[in-house]
Every structure is written in C-alpha cells, then in structure tokens.
C-alpha cells in the first residue's frame, strides 16, 4: 500500500487513473484462492509423514504435513501449469505437475524412503544451497528428532554417536560438564581443535570459561543451546569442505539451524520430563578393618583394630531433574513465527550441585516482497549452576580430591559442636564431606544471541543473502569456602570473577544461476565476511576472611586482575560450480582471510577448494545392468585449505609486560616469552575420495570417505637462548597429520503399514601423528602433571613417564625387599612412552523398531584402542593414604606393605585400557490420539541413557577427563565427576 501511494502522489490524475484501471482489471482477471490438499504416506508402509513440506514452487504458497500426513493451504493462482513440490528429511523429493483452472484440487503423495539423502538441501560449505548429490565431500546431518528425547540436555551432547567422523567426549560428569567435539582428530597443539559453530548463519562463542577452579570441570557454552529448539544439525568435517569459512574452519563446521515458523493454523507443542541422575558404579576402595600403627614404617607390620567408611557415600547421591518446553509455529504466505520457552532445573550426582536453565526463543520471517524474504531470530538463555570443587589440577581443595588423600577409618562426619574432621593427617586436603556441605561455589551465565537475515531473489538467476549477528553473554563465577575448614585455606577463601563476550558477523553472499545449455548448469557465489570479537574479564580472590563474610573484598588479596582483547577477522571468496547432465558437478573456490592477531605481512592469506562428483548411477549403462539391486552410485572427491587461529590469543604476538606495585612504586614486569610479528595462521591441506552407495530401492545406504589431512606452520613454543633474555618464543615450526576412513551404514530391513525397522551403524578409524617439532624435541602439556607430551613420530598427548623394569622374560622385576622398581631404555632414559589417549576406531550401532504406537530406540556407542592415566588409583593405592582397595590387600598380607608406595613413580602402573561400548541411549515410547478434537498426538516416552558401560577400567568412568576441553591432554583421569546413567519419563503433546 505504502508503494502504491508513493506512485499516486508522483503521478498527474489521469495517469492514476488508467493506472488503476488496468490494475483493477488485473485483479478481477485472477481466480479466487483454492484450496490444495491432501495425505503424504511412506511407499510401501503407507505410514503417514509428518512434517513433510510441500509448495508450489516459484511461489510463496504451501504448508507442513500434519501428525496424520494431512496437508491443506490455500492459494491463489492464476490459471496454469504449476509444480508441486513435497521433501521431508530422509526421503526423495517428489514433483507433481499440476493444472490450476478455479477449482480446488486433491493431490496425495507417496514419498520413497532415501537413505543417502541425494535430494536434500545443504547450506554448509556452499555458500548457498545445494543437493547432496553435487558436492563432493561428506557432509552429514542430524534430525530433530535423533537430537531429543534421549536423556540429554546439551546439544552436543545429543550428537554422541550420531555422526560419523565425530568424536563426542563428555569430560565431566557434572550436570553442565564440558564436552568436547572432535572432527577427524585434532588439527593443532597449542590452540583449540573445536569446530566452528554456527547458528541461524550466526558464528557462536562455545568458549570453555575457567573462572573458578571446580578440578578441570568448565561448562562449554553450547551448554546454553535448547536441543529442542534445534531443526537439524549440518556437520562438515574438514578443510577439503570448510574452505569457504576460512582461517576459522580448519577443525570443520557444525552449522545448526533453529526451528522456523511454517504456514497453516498455529501448532502447539508441550513437553515434560522427570529426569533421575544416577552414579553408574562405585569403585573398590579399602573394606579391612585394620590399619597400620605406623604407615611409613614398612617393617613395623602391627596392626590396630578400626572401622571402615565407603566415603563415595558421603559425596554421591541421587540426583533428580524437570524439563519443561512449550512452542507455537504457524503463519500464513506473508508471516511465519516459532515462538518457545523452556526450563530445566537438573541435579547432579555430587551433592547440592544442579544446573538450571531459562530460555526463550523467537523466529519470524516475513516475505516483504515478492522477491525479498527477511528473517529475525532472538534468543536469550538464563544459566545458573551450583558447583562442588573437585580439586584437581591447580587447587588442593574439592571434594573428589579429598577422598583421594582421605583415610578412610576416619569418620567424615562433623561432631556436635558442628567442627569437621580432619580425614587426611599426612598431606592437607579437605574432608569431602565438608566440602559438599559448606563450600560454595556458582555460576550465572546471560546469553544473547539474535540475528536479521535478508534474502532477496531478483529473478530466476540473481539472488543474495545478507546476515547480521550478534552474540552476547555475561558469565559470573564465584566461590566461598569458610573460616575454620579443613582443606589448605583455613582461614577461608573467596573469589569472584566475570567475563563479558561479545562477537558479531556480518556476511553478504551473491550467487548468479545461469543455463549455459541444456546440459550445462552454473552457479557462482561471490561473498564476504566481516567479525569481531571482544572479550573483557576481571577477577579477584583473598583469604583471611572475617566470620560470615563470604565476598573476597572483605579479606586478605590474593590476587586481582583484568583483561581485555579485540580480534578482528574479514574475508571475501568466489565459488564456481558446473553441473553436466545432472550427473557431473564440479566446483572450485578460493578465499581470503585476515586476522588482527598477526603482523601486517603475514595476516592475509589465501586458501584454496576443489571438488568433483559423479552419480554413475544416472547413466544409461547402470541403470540397464545394476538398478534393480545397486540403485544409486556417486563418486566424490575434494581438496581444500583452511587455516587455524586459535592458537595464537590477541596479543601474543608482541612481547608482554604486566604491572606491579612494590612499595609503592609502579613498574611493569616482561614476560619470558618472547614477541613475535611473523607469526601466521596455521595451515592444512586436506584430501578426500569417497563414494554414497544405495541398494534395494535405497534401502540399504553405505557413505564410504577416506581423508589425509596435513597440517603445517603449527605454532609452537621454541625454547630461546638465555642470553635472549626470555626462555621462549611462538614459532611457526610445527607438522602434524590425520589420516582416517569413515564408514555409515543405513538400512530399512522391515517396513510395513504396522511395523518398521531402521538400522544405522558408524565406524571411523583415524591415525594422528605429530609429524614435527623444532629440533626433534619433547614438549610437556599444561595441566598433565608432566605426564602427556608432544612427541616427534608419535599421537598427540601420549602418556610419557616412568616405566617398571622388567626381567628378560617380561615379568616386572622385583629387588631384594620385593618391591617393583623403575627401568632405564637403551638409551638410558628413565622414561618412555607408555600409552596413547587417541583411539584407535569408534563407532555406534543404532536400531529403531515401530510397532503400530509403539516405537524403541537402541544406541550402542564404542570407543576402541586406547589408554586412561588412572591418576585416582596411584593416590588410593598408596599406603600413606589408606582409602584404595590394593592398601586393604597390605593389610591382608597380599601384598607386601608400602607396595603402592613403590608403584606410586612407576607410572607405567596407571595406564589403563580405557576402551567401552556404552548403551548410550534406550528409548521407549508410545503415541496415541485422545479423543479431543482439540489434541493431535499424545507420546510417552521411557528413557535411559548412559546405562551400562563394558569396559576394563578399574576407575569410574573410562571417559572423562580431568583436564576439560584441552586439546592435548586427554585422558587423564584425577578427581573427575564420572558421567551418571540417567532415566527419564516425559510427555509431549501436540495440539
């Protein structure tokens, strides 16, 4: 209306008027709306498919399948020919002509299972969308519906097991514990191997925050993200794909996309779960009721009578959870929403620890124009978890630590006056019931997340997409624990500290359709980037704290600090694909990138994509000899570059100096590392062959990819001269490679109107090697205790320390006393590597059967072919401690006494094989229609996850670790929450 009057007040009277003529007898020459509908069934089965989307193309008129497959829309059509077009995720696209003439019209539509996938849309790593069946690498995609009801509340979470190529690792066991992704293994040593994650075409922070010690336990926030609100996941694996996105993508891209309104009468959902936290086993601990007079004394064996306390029980408990969501979708051809709000208040299995979660998220998109679509998305998450310390690596305080060094013939609990006991009398550390009881620790997270998005279509060739996103959160962390307590800090510690994050993006891509011929097809996509990142944190701790108080500016300063950081990235790239026949496609881009983070000279650089792929099975020859048994067929291949920056902070290229005060005088103290302005972007090269394979009518689906990556100028720390005056400095002066294979296998067995089957199984098998260090050296990892390396010819992280001496015939040798002793190699060396944290393979086994309402889902996941340091057994096996089960058998006179002792630096003990299978997830439900008209579908749902672990590990749980989401330091097991199996019971109903 607003353009109509515009023209009006430009135009003179009589022009109006014959402009309105004409457009009123355009009107009246358009027919009436009709109304189009009908049911979308499965072949074969005939089950209904809900959630199929079908339109008219080329127009803005269509509508969702509803829980019974029933679609109904309206549109107003001129008289023609037209297309109807219905997808659904899973299944073959189906294209129906059609005639409109004014009257309404009936149109079923049988979809056919296709379990490849050739036909469905993908964004990520083309720029614009494209069919599967025309890229030429492996891109895998996760449904809405693998991503919940299953137990989990984090979304990356919910992947575990569900992508091939894709090691999920959750590190702690803590109701928001840290998660780490890894795709094809890791891409770098000093910096983070997180894909890039991306949301509504938003790049997300999913930084791990350590603002308080809690033992190595820091929340990821993907944690923020609502599983629920999620249509699917598209994850692309490595540089031969990511090379479009960048400096940023080398470790891959998980791209989510939230749910979007859709046009029909508004659609209700309404979800509840119970969840109950379970811990999943105890470990063997010390039952003798005796103990040594004299614990140091090895040849005093005099024993005293005492009692024994299973202090696991002290800490662990059951933990109970609620989840609640509710949504509404719906729209007509101009407007779409999707509106929702949940809530999950979730237990833990330590004691008075939970996490809750608020969050609200809206989508509208809205077709301004024919030709313009523009989408708006908010999102704002509330996170509050209350934490127990552990421990660990860098405090002496927590819990899990304090049962470590516990003995316990000690009775944990407090007497009358309220004072706690000491459990630990050789070494300080706290009593781990104290440390439930009166410590308090927290974390509260504000989460912004929004986004515009302009999609304009200006003809049939021309087309552009601009996104503006921002990402904003405000994380607060703080910790109490009292005056008069047990654990180093007796006269009380507190701390606070918080972090503002902010980040936005801003992309436009441009993407040019033409026909060269009837056989040749082009796309180009041209496009560009700019980000921005800010980071501010500031924190204070003391001790020396009054009574009462609980704020550390009340006490003695331990330590205060700020920092601040900017990073800039922008970059531009051009892409071009031909299509021949339908059956070839080829496509090339190149992209640069900039980074603030580097010198002038070194902050712009170029990466390179190739790819090709041909569906053999379109041709004449294969369709006459295999199409009855082999009916689909697709050769892929794909090179590419992509680079790598989280290695490098924003200022780490220049030589630092930090303030100080001494007497009053200000100065600035240098750091021992040396600046360095030629640093520049790590780099790697990837390789990809692969083949999608369909049989019996796409029944049976087989994705085959072998990959060999190269990585190059890894940034490492170069040990300096000390007549430098620092002892080191970053350097460009590392290689490292990955090489692998991935397998996926889907089939539909069974499939009838009252019973169906589906299987889908994973195997991904990579090999990383540290290929070069500056001259040929070992370099120790953080937060390992000196105990993962990175080694030249070996697996990043691999455990390297002492080892037992050994007799010719491979017994451990003993000296005179009886006692294991340490060896020496060839060389000498008094250390050796001992094990590898990187597995060997891992994969998952999925079966889905439905029967009539009833429907189950199985998910076995297994990690194969690796070690755990067992850090927890080397403390509890010593006899100065007391609480380990192999102290009992001393006691017993199964072992000589202090032999713990002796084992205790021979590390080579504590290497365990910490391969499982896992039943990952169960899942139970049953779905029934009431008798309300007003109701769709009611399901109820049983559910487990976590429930049963078969493994040989002496210690909680094979999979944690205690280092979080370290890049190098994996399994490393010391004072870590172990995962708990979780049950849950929920409803959902739709209306």
């Known amino acids: 209306m607003k353009k109509f009057q515009t023209i009006r007040g430009k135009l003179p009277s009589h022009l109006f008027l014959w402009l309105l003529l004409v457009m009123s007898t355009n009107v009246f020459g358009q027919q009436s709306p009709i109304t189009i509908?009908?049911?979308?069934?499965?072949?074969?089965?005939?089950?209904?498919?809900?959630?199929?989307?079908?339109?008219?193309?080329?127009?803005?008129?269509?509508?969702?399948?509803?829980?019974?497959?029933?679609?109904?829309?309206?549109?107003?059509?001129?008289?023609?020919?037209?297309?109807?077009?219905?997808?659904?995720?899973?299944?073959?696209?189906?294209?129906?002509?059609?005639?409109?003439?004014?009257?309404?019209?009936?149109?079923d539509i049988v979809l056919a299972e296709d379990l490849l996938s050739l036909d469905e849309v993908v964004v990520t790593g083309t720029g614009t969308g494209a069919n599967k069946r025309s890229l030429g690498n492996a891109i895998s995609t996760v449904k809405s519906e693998d991503l919940t009801n299953n137990g989990a509340t984090q979304v990356d979470q919910a992947i575990a097991g569900k992508v091939s190529g894709a090691l999920v690792q959750q590190n702690s066991g803590d109701p928001a514990g840290g998660i780490s992704i890894r795709l094809r293994g890791p891409s770098t040593i000093a910096g983070s191997s997180d894909p890039l994650y991306i949301v509504d075409g938003i790049i997300i922070s999913n930084s791990s925050n350590e603002l308080i010690d809690l033992g190595g336990n820091s929340q990821n926030r993907l944690a923020d993200l609502n599983p629920n609100d999620i249509e699917k996941i598209e994850i692309i694996k490595g540089a031969a794909a990511a090379a479009i996105y960048g400096s940023r993508a080398s470790n891959g891209v998980v791209q989510i996309f939230t749910k979007k309104g859709k046009s029909g009468e508004p659609k209700f959902t309404f979800m509840t779960n119970i969840k109950l936290?379970?811990?999943?086993?105890?470990?063997?601990?010390?039952?003798?009721?005796?103990?040594?007079?004299?614990?140091?004394?090895?040849?005093?064996?005099?024993?005293?009578?005492?009692?024994?306390?299973?202090?696991?029980?002290?800490?662990?408990?059951?933990?109970?959870?609620?989840?609640?969501?509710?949504?509404?979708?719906?729209?007509?051809?101009?407007?779409?929403?999707?509106?929702?709000?949940?809530?999950?208040?979730?237990?833990?299995?330590?004691?008075?620890?939970?996490?809750?979660?608020?969050?609200?998220?809206?989508?509208?998109?809205?077709?301004?124009?024919?030709?313009?679509?523009?989408?708006?998305?908010?999102?704002?998450?509330?996170?509050?978890?209350?934490?127990?310390?552990?421990?660990?690596?860098?405090?002496?305080?927590?819990?899990?630590?304090?049962?470590?060094?516990?003995?316990?013939?000690?009775?944990?609990?407090?007497?009358?006056?309220?004072?706690?006991?000491?459990?630990?009398?050789?070494?300080?550390?706290?009593?781990?019931?104290?440390?439930?009881?009166?410590?308090?620790?927290?974390?509260?997270?504000n989460r912004f997340i929004t986004s515009i998005a302009l999609d304009g279509k200006f003809n049939e060739h021309l087309s552009a997409k601009y996104t503006l996103g921002m990402d904003y959160y405000n994380q607060s962390a703080f910790a109490f624990i009292p005056i008069n307590n047990t654990s180093?800090?007796?006269?009380?510690?507190?701390?606070?500290?918080?972090?503002?994050?902010?980040?936005?993006?801003?992309?436009?891509?441009?993407?040019?359709?033409?026909?060269?011929?009837?056989?040749?097809?082009?796309?180009?996509?041209?496009?560009?980037?700019?980000?921005?990142?800010?980071?501010?944190?500031?924190?204070?701790?003391?001790?020396?704290?009054?009574?009462?108080?609980?704020?550390?500016?009340?006490?003695?300063?331990?330590?205060?600090?700020?920092?601040?950081?900017?990073?800039?990235?922008?970059?531009?790239?051009?892409?071009?694909?031909?299509?021949?026949?339908?059956?070839?496609?080829?496509?090339?881009?190149?992209?640069?990138?900039?980074?603030?983070?580097?010198g002038k000279d070194e902050r712009n650089q170029l990466y390179f994509k190739a790819s090709a792929s041909y569906v053999l099975s379109d041709e004449d020859f294969w369709k006459d000899t295999f199409s009855d048994t082999?009916?689909?067929?697709?050769?892929?291949?794909?090179?590419?570059?992509?680079?790598?920056?989280?290695?490098?902070?924003?200022?780490?290229?220049?030589?630092?100096?930090?303030?100080?005060?001494?007497?009053?005088?200000?100065?600035?103290?240098?750091?021992?590392?040396?600046?360095?302005?030629?640093?520049?972007?790590?780099?790697?090269?990837?390789?990809?062959?692969?083949?999608?394979?369909?049989?019996?009518?796409?029944?049976?689906?087989?994705?085959?990819?072998?990959?060999?990556?190269?990585?190059?100028?890894?940034?490492?720390?170069?040990?300096?001269?000390?007549?430098?005056?620092?002892?080191?400095?970053?350097?460009?002066?590392?290689?490292l490679e990955n090489k692998g294979i991935e397998l996926l296998l889907r089939a539909?067995?069974?499939?009838?109107?009252?019973?169906?089957?589906?299987?889908?199984?994973?195997?991904?098998?990579?090999?990383?090697?540290?290929?070069?260090?500056?001259?040929?050296?070992?370099?120790?990892?953080?937060?390992?205790?000196s105990t993962n390396y990175v080694i030249e010819g070996e697996s990043l992280g691999v455990f390297y320390r002492e080892f037992y001496a050994r007799n010719e015939d491979g017994t451990i040798a003993l000296d005179a006393n009886g006692y294991p002793y340490r060896g020496t190699t060839e060389d000498g060396e008094s250390s050796k590597v001992l094990g590898d944290p990187n597995p060997d393979w891992f994969g998952s086994l999925i079966n889905e059967v439905s029967y009539k309402n009833f429907s189950l889902r199985v998910q076995f996941d297994a990690v194969q072919g690796y070690e755990v340091f067992n850090w927890n057994r080397r403390l509890l096996d010593n006899v100065l401690f007391g609480g380990g089960y192999n102290v009992g058998q001393e006691l017993l006179g199964n072992l000589p006494k202090g032999y713990g002792g002796a084992q205790?630096?021979?590390?080579?003990?504590?290497?365990?094989?910490?391969?499982?299978?896992?039943?990952?997830?169960?899942?139970?439900?049953?779905n029934f229609k009431p008798k309300w008209d007003f109701i769709d579908n009611v399901a109820l749902s049983l559910v487990g996850r976590n429930l049963v672990s078969w493994d040989n590990y002496s210690g909680w749980d094979p999979e944690v670790s205690a280092a979080g989401q370290s890049n190098g330091v994996r399994g490393f097991d010391f004072a870590t929450v172990p995962i708990p199996k979780t049950y849950q019971f929920g409803v959902n109903v739709s209306f």
């Open 488 to 598: 180093t800090l007796p006269d009380g510690f507190a701390r606070r500290s918080d972090l503002n994050s902010f980040q936005y993006n801003s992309d436009l891509n441009v993407t040019y359709r033409t026909d060269i011929s009837d056989s040749v097809n082009s796309i180009t996509t041209a496009g560009g980037s700019w980000q921005y990142e800010e980071r501010d944190r500031v924190g204070i701790s003391a001790t020396g704290l009054p009574p009462v108080v609980q704020t550390a500016t009340g006490g003695s300063l331990l330590e205060q600090g700020e920092t601040r950081s900017q990073i800039s990235y922008w970059g531009a790239f051009l892409q071009q694909s031909f299509s021949f026949m339908n059956k070839i496609y080829i496509n090339g881009a190149v992209r640069m990138d900039g980074a603030s983070t580097f």
């Open 37 to 107: 509908s009908g049911n979308i069934t499965e072949s074969g089965s005939g089950i209904p498919i809900a959630g199929a989307s079908v339109f008219i193309a080329n127009t803005s008129f269509g509508a969702v399948s509803d829980f019974d497959g029933n679609y109904s829309f309206k549109a107003a059509l001129e008289n023609g020919d037209y297309v109807l077009t219905a997808s659904y995720l899973g299944f073959s696209t189906q294209k129906i002509s059609f005639t409109a003439s004014g009257g309404d019209i009936t149109q």
């Open 630 to 735: 082999f009916n689909s067929f697709k050769l892929r291949t794909s090179w590419g570059q992509a680079g790598n920056l989280t290695a490098l902070g924003a200022f780490d290229r220049f030589s630092v100096y930090s303030p100080s005060a001494i007497g009053g005088a200000v100065s600035l103290i240098p750091s021992t590392a040396q600046g360095n302005e030629n640093l520049k972007p790590e780099r790697q090269d990837e390789i990809e062959l692969g083949f999608d394979a369909g049989f019996l009518n796409n029944r049976l689906g087989l994705e085959f990819s072998y990959y060999h990556q190269k990585v190059t100028d890894l940034l490492l720390p170069r040990v300096l001269a000390p007549s430098t005056g620092f002892s080191s400095r970053f350097e460009n002066v590392g290689n």
């Open 748 to 785: 539909a067995p069974i499939k009838n109107e009252n019973f169906s089957w589906d299987v889908t199984a994973s195997f991904s098998k990579n090999k990383n090697e540290v290929t070069n260090v500056a001259g040929g050296g070992r370099l120790t990892l953080d937060g390992s205790f």
């Open 904 to 926: 205790a630096n021979i590390f080579e003990e504590f290497v365990e094989d910490g391969s499982f299978v896992k039943l990952r997830e169960v899942s139970l439900s049953y």
């Open 277 to 445: 936290n379970e811990l999943r086993k105890k470990i063997d601990y010390n039952t003798v009721p005796l103990a040594w007079e004299v614990a140091t004394d090895r040849n005093n064996l005099a024993t005293v009578a005492v009692e024994r306390y299973d202090l696991q029980d002290v800490i662990f408990d059951t933990g109970f959870g609620l989840e609640n969501y509710f949504s509404v979708n719906g729209g007509n051809e101009k407007t779409s929403y999707f509106l929702s709000a949940s809530h999950l208040d979730n237990e833990g299995i330590v004691k008075n620890t939970d996490f809750k979660r608020y969050g609200f998220k809206a989508n509208i998109t809205q077709k301004a124009f024919d030709w313009l679509d523009i989408t708006g998305g908010f999102n704002y998450v509330r996170s509050i978890s209350n934490d127990v310390p552990n421990g660990g690596i860098n405090s002496a305080y927590g819990s899990l630590t304090g049962f470590l060094f516990s003995d316990n013939s000690i009775d944990p609990t407090p007497d009358a006056s309220g004072v706690y006991p000491v459990t630990s009398p050789l070494v300080a550390r706290t009593n781990p019931l104290e440390a439930v009881d009166r410590f308090d620790f927290g974390q509260k997270t």
